[in-house]
Structure formats: C-alpha cells, structure tokens
C-alpha cells in the first residue's frame, strides 16, 4: 500500500498538485494537521479536492475544532476514531499537547491518553497512528528541547506507524521502541513523504 503523507499546511495548497506529480500512484493520502491557519474551516475544501483517492485527516493545534464536522462530510475524519483499509487499521488524533501559544486545539497529557487508549482497546494486527502531535522524544526537537506528548509516548510499542507533524523543525523519521515515526514536513514548502507499506514500511521524502 502507497500512501502520501502531507503535513503543516497552513493553508497554503500552492505546492499539493506537484508534489502528487512527484509522488506518482498512491492508494491514500495522509494528512496530519494545520489543514488551515486559524480558519476558516471553509479552506480545507480546496485541498481535499484535489484528491480523487481517500483522504484520512487529522485536525492540527491551527485548525479550528469546528473543522471536525467538515472532516466529516469531505473526507475519512480519523481524529478519534478508526478506520480499515486494505488490512491495516488506521488511528487517529487531532490537535496537540498543550503549548505556550494558546493555539484553538489543544488537548491535555491526560485526555491524549485516555483517548488513545480507547481507540487502541481490543485492536491486533497492525496499527497506524495518524496524529498532529508527536511523541515526545521523536521527530519533536526544537531549540528549547524536546516538546512532544508524553502520553503519546507511552503507546510507542503499540503501534507499527505514527505519522505526524506539527514540529516544522524535526522533518525525518525515526524508530523508537519498534515504532517508526515520520514527520512528511511541511506541505506549505513543498515538503512530503511517500510511505509504501508491504511486510516492511519504507519512507521516501519529497521536496517539489
């Protein structure tokens, strides 16, 4: 399964159609939040119809939570919740842990946890997290340090993928605890990766 995975939009869909010329065929696109830049809601409809394949989407800590209804209608809304395809079950959460920033979607250390341990009750097999936030400890480096979810980190082992963004410095992909993390890096400057998922999961990155 091919997957083009897209991040930290912000907005700006003004590199998406080149990088899905780069990235040839995918079965689905992933796409891990900051859709918008504090709104309108409304913008997101541009990027998700570009798309003739499915779209599953996160909302970011820049997106309004009332852009979850939109994700609803328009496209696969993963923000807590399930989804199965092609054998795989896909996870997901929106927003991010807290920050100094006071940004429209944030959720606390303790309701990532008890919303991630939810989704992830009574699930085998392989198990991809879609998130905006990334484990602390992961692609979350910033000056200052390290700023990802604590509580994230702790379902490290739980999953095979985690895909995610928010931290616009940290772009690669890195395997903790046998999970492999990815941040596709921002879509808003022509960055993103190509997962293609078969026994093993490989990631290649793509700058327009």
């Known amino acids: 399964m091919k997957l083009l995975a897209l991040s930290d939009l912000h907005g700006d869909y003004s590199h998406v159609q080149a990088l899905c010329k780069k990235a040839g065929d ?52 993963l923000h807590n919740s399930r989804y199965t395809m092609a054998g795989l079950t896909f996870v997901g959460l929106g927003g991010s842990n807290p920050t100094p920033f006071n940004t429209p979607f944030e959720l606390s ?31 979350d480096r910033v000056p200052g340090g390290n700023v990802g979810s604590e509580a994230l980190a702790r379902f490290l082992r739980r999953f095979d993928l985690i895909v995610c963004g928010h931290i616009h410095e940290a772009r690669g992909s890195v395997r903790v605890n046998g999970t492999l993390v990815v941040n596709p890096g921002m879509a808003s400057k022509g960055q993103a990766a190509m997962i293609t998922i078969n026994d093993e999961i490989k990631v290649e990155f793509i700058d327009e």
């Open 26 to 77: 995918f079965d689905a696109v992933l796409i891990a939040g900051d859709i918008t830049d504090f709104g309108p809601d409304e913008r997101a409809l541009e990027l998700l119809k570009m798309f003739k394949e499915p779209v599953l989407a996160v909302p970011g800590n820049c997106d309004n939570p009332s852009i979850l209804k939109l994700l609803d209608e328009n496209a696969i809304n």
């Open 109 to 139: 250390e303790k309701r990532i946890g008890e919303y991630i341990g939810t989704l992830l009750a009574n699930l085998s097999g392989r198990v991809i997290l879609l998130s905006h936030a990334p484990p602390r400890n992961t692609t």
